[in-house]
């Protein structure tokens, strides 16, 4: 069936570099594309998102680049945070009004000070 | 605006038994999803509700169940508990057909013994 997958489960970096966060899907009818954050204890908290029409999108210290064609996705931020450290998840759905998400397997990002 | 609640926030359970999670979305969100998240299975969708109807169902034993009531609060049950159904059950909820952006809850961890 179809999966969303991450390349690396752990990436530390250094306080103030950015980060780069890599995820690959295999299904090619999915239409968008989402990062969520989920620190422990919470629920994942959305971060951005991209459409499949679109191949990069920037918000707050983030961004989000899609490459289709390799069905790739992902998620840079920049100048990192102690407060960035937290599992990041991709998600996929397939099409506008499906709320069913499949999500990734998760990368932990941990922040040294 | 008050985010998304779940309750209870705990809950140990023996095999056997069943259980019943509760979900109260965000104001003017119809729409509400719960997901089942385990260490080893990752975040996985167990059903949305819109409009008091099941719009979505992921691959889970009939076990699983869930209803949405007139106000948009929906709950999930949970029958004749399994080991295998300790985990951090998610509750997000969003405008269907208005934004793919879905809010989630705090989780309810269910520990099975």
């Known amino acids: 069936g179809e999966s969303v997958g991450l390349h690396l489960p752990t990436l530390s970096v250094q306080e103030g570099d950015n980060s780069i966060i890599n995820c690959a899907y295999s299904?090619?009818?999915?239409?968008?594309f989402i990062w969520y954050k989920q620190e422990s204890g919470k629920g994942p908290q959305f971060i951005i998102d991209i459409r499949s029409n679109m191949d990069k999108r920037q918000g707050q210290r983030v961004t989000v680049l899609l490459n289709k064609t390799v069905k790739h996705l992902s998620l840079q931020i920049a100048a990192t945070q102690p407060g960035d450290s937290a599992v990041y998840f991709c998600a996929e759905t397939g099409s506008f009004g499906n709320e069913k998400l499949t999500f990734g397997t998760g990368t932990r990002l941990t922040i040294i000070p | 605006k008050a985010g998304v609640t779940q309750t209870p926030r705990y809950l140990i359970k023996t095999r056997g038994q069943q259980v019943t999670l509760s979900c109260s979305p965000i104001?003017?969100?119809?729409?509400v999803s719960w997901y089942q998240q385990t260490p080893g299975q990752g975040l996985q969708f167990l059903f949305e509700?819109?409009?008091?109807?099941?719009?979505n169902k992921g691959n889970f034993p009939g076990r699983f169940s869930g209803r949405q009531f007139s106000n948009s609060r929906s709950e999930m049950n949970v029958s004749t508990l399994e080991l295998g159904d300790s985990a951090l059950y998610l509750c997000?909820?969003?405008?269907?057909?208005?934004?793919?952006?879905?809010?989630f809850g705090p989780g309810t961890r269910l520990t099975v013994t």
């Open positions: 104001s003017g969100h119809r729409s």
């Open positions: 509700y819109f409009s008091e109807t099941q719009r």
């Open positions: 997000a909820s969003s405008l269907r057909g208005q934004s793919y952006e879905q809010y």
């Open positions: 299904n090619s009818a999915s239409d968008y």
